[in-house]
């Protein structure tokens, strides 16, 4: 049995809520993994599950903010999603799950896992919603990651990057970044956002690149062999094998690279006088843009695709939610379209004229390349990052943003262990096997 937050101190809460999170686990642990519980013993985790989740979340609303100050020393340290769960998991015991029941679930098929993401979401949902801790969190996700900044130097000398899903070249003043999983029609794995990240803040970082373009590369996939194409979306397979996870893929790159490809790069200072680093982006689709593919267009500032190209977000179908696109795309297309889209999976052809709410230009195949130089001649503007960045201001509100990703952090969570989309992904892995 639980017992209720007070919301009166944080000190005998924190106890209160350990003391709970230790019992439940105890009562999970004495139970079969997942896949072999009965029908009786799926019931009593999951009422386990429930309980201790109202309380955490009873005890969220009344401490979130003490509870982000102390885990960031008074908003001193800038703290990423994955560190800020980590820490959580060390300084408030039970409130979210630990390192080592993380690694535990990663080591499973996502049939077998426990769900302990859910705890994750509910802990992020309440940072996201509180304004002054959500505002330092995403502040946080819009630093150069480590990784960027050992590699800048290298970078700014030879102008090239090679990682295992993208290859970025410095050439013209042009940081080309060009999609390069050809195995996989560019699917989206926690590794393509690493690297996509890193090449986001290498553009970014480099005062010899004014604008960039992202294009997918020629595939060796047996269907699209020796053509180009942006992107297929997540990588469904990874989401079965439960390499896909809320930190490391599903709010990183919501808040990491899609957001810097927004707003550039910050380094968090309130008395900063100078405004973020930015630069403008334009998109090239080849082929398709499907999910993830077709999110990423709704943050760019040109996009050029290919008569013969198409345009979806099968949401429905994969059981999940299609990242921001359910915020951005409405405000592109309206609202019919974004439902027929989202909710009734309608493909667009680049060649229809509805394609035209999300795309600027639809060439020939064989005319995308001159298309494309003559948008990135555009846009190396002197007035264009100052325009651009107003121009988000308004259509990006960084409030309205930080709202809807404190409701996609415990959606996404839900849905990735929902029932559902588990039968569904499994039974892509098999037909792709």
């Known amino acids: ?22 019992r439940t686990a105890r009562l999970i642990a004495s139970l079969p993994s997942p896949l072999d519980r009965a029908a009786e013993q799926r019931a009593e985790a999951a009422a386990a599950h429930d309980a201790v989740r109202r309380l955490r979340t009873g005890f969220l609303n009344a401490y979130v903010d003490q509870v982000y100050d102390e885990l960031t020393d008074d908003r001193t340290r800038h703290l990423r999603v994955d560190e800020l769960v980590e820490a959580a998991a060390y300084a408030f015991p039970g409130l979210v799950p630990t390192p080592q029941q993380m690694a535990q679930e990663r080591g499973r098929a996502q049939a077998g896992q426990e769900g302990h993401e859910i705890d994750q979401g509910i802990f992020l949902r309440a940072v996201l919603r509180s304004e002054p801790s959500g505002r330092h969190l995403m502040a946080a996700m819009l630093r150069p990651t480590t990784r960027a900044l050992r590699l800048l130097p290298e970078f700014r000398r030879t102008g090239v990057l ?3 899903a993208v290859r970025l070249e410095r050439r013209d003043s042009v940081a080309r970044l060009t999609l390069c999983r050809d195995d996989c029609l ?3 794995d926690e590794q393509q956002v690493d690297d996509m990240e890193t090449a986001v803040d290498l553009a970014l970082l480099d005062p010899a690149v004014r604008v ?11 269907r699209y062999r020796g053509r180009r194409v942006f992107s297929a979306g997540i990588n469904l397979k990874e989401i079965s094998a439960g390499r896909i996870s809320l930190t490391g893929f599903l709010l990183r790159r919501e808040l990491g690279y899609l957001h810097k490809l927004v707003r550039g790069l910050s380094d968090g200072d309130a008395d900063r006088w100078t405004p973020p680093v930015e630069k ?9 843009a499907i999910g993830g593919g077709c999110q990423l267009l709704l943050v760019f500032d040109h996009v050029v695709a290919a008569a013969d190209a198409y345009l979806g977000l099968p949401a429905a179908q994969e059981g999940i939610v299609p990242g921001a696109g359910n915020l951005r795309l409405g405000r592109s297309a309206g609202a019919r379209l974004s439902r027929q889209v989202i909710l009734g999976g309608r493909r667009i052809m680049a060649a229809e004229p509805d394609a035209r709410l999300l795309v600027d230009e639809v060439v020939a195949p064989e005319e995308m390349d001159a298309a494309v130089e003559r948008s990135l001649l555009r846009l190396s503007g002197d007035s264009v990052v100052a325009n651009r960045r107003m121009i988000n201001m308004v259509e990006q509100p960084l409030d309205e943003l930080r709202e809807y990703m404190a409701a996609f952090a415990l959606e996404q969570a839900l849905r990735i262990h929902a029932d559902d989309v588990i039968d569904k992904v499994g039974r892509f892995a098999e037909r792709s096997a």
């Not at 960039?212 to 047996?222: A, F, T």
């Open 1 to 22: 049995m639980t017992v209720a937050i007070t919301a009166r101190d944080l000190g005998t809460d924190r106890v209160r809520l350990a003391g709970a999170a230790e």
């Open 162 to 164: 090679e990682t295992a």
């Open 186 to 188: 560019n699917a989206e």
């Open 212 to 222: 960039g373009l992202v294009r997918g590369g020629v595939m060796s996939h047996p």
């Open 280 to 288: 403008p982006w334009v998109a090239a689709v080849d082929t398709f």
